[in-house]
Every structure is written in C-alpha cells, then in structure tokens.
C-alpha cells in the first residue's frame, strides 16, 4: 500500500492543476492540512493516514470525471490517533498533532465531522 500511496503523490504532482486547491501549514505542535472540495459532499469523501502519508479520495457518483484522490506526505512522528477533520462550506480541514515519541505505526481510517 505505502508504494501505491507514494506513485499516487508523484502522479498528482505531475496533476496538481488538475486537483482541488490545497495548504499545508506546520505549526509548533501540529499540521494543518486544508483542501477546497466544494464539487463533493462529506459522504463522498475519505480519508486515511498510512506511512506518514494523508490520503483523500472523493468519488462523485453522479459526475465519475470528478473523482480525486490527493496524497500528502506528513511524516511519521505524528499522534495518529488524535488526528482530526472537518467539513465545512467545501473546504476538508485536517488538524495532525506532532508527535516525535511515535514512529510509523499502521494504517487508520480518520473520520470526517
């Protein structure tokens, strides 16, 4: 999956004109992921956390053309169970706490508020 997940963030590079508008800021403590999703509604969206990588893909079932999928890589040395996300007037906001004690742990599912 990581090999897949690291193909899939070099070809939206290549993409990125293609893709929803997207920041990534780093704070002291934490990362701040947002991404513009205006053409998707929450229940279309998914994300996942996997090898230091944010995963988002969205699948408009009505207009197929539409669907993305964006990786972002953040690192390993994060609380990935404190990982938070919100959707909100199109725009998917992640908030990932830093954490230098942990190093690559499994893949988990982040659900969307």
Not at 60 to 80: C, D, L, S, T
């Amino acid at each position: 999956m990581a090999d897949a997940i690291r193909q899939e963030g070099i070809f939206l590079q290549d993409k990125i004109q293609e893709q929803p508008g997207s920041d990534v800021k780093e704070r002291d403590n934490i990362y701040v992921v947002e991404i513009e999703m205006a053409d998707f509604r929450k229940e279309e969206i998914r994300a996942a956390f996997h090898d230091g990588y944010l995963v988002v893909t969205a699948e408009n079932k009505a207009f197929p053309e539409e669907n993305m999928r964006k990786a972002f890589y953040i690192g390993k040395a994060v609380a990935q169970e404190n990982i938070r996300a919100a959707f909100h007037n199109g725009v998917l906001k992640f908030m990932i706490p830093k954490d230098e004690k942990k190093e690559g742990q499994g893949p988990v599912e982040i659900e969307i508020i």
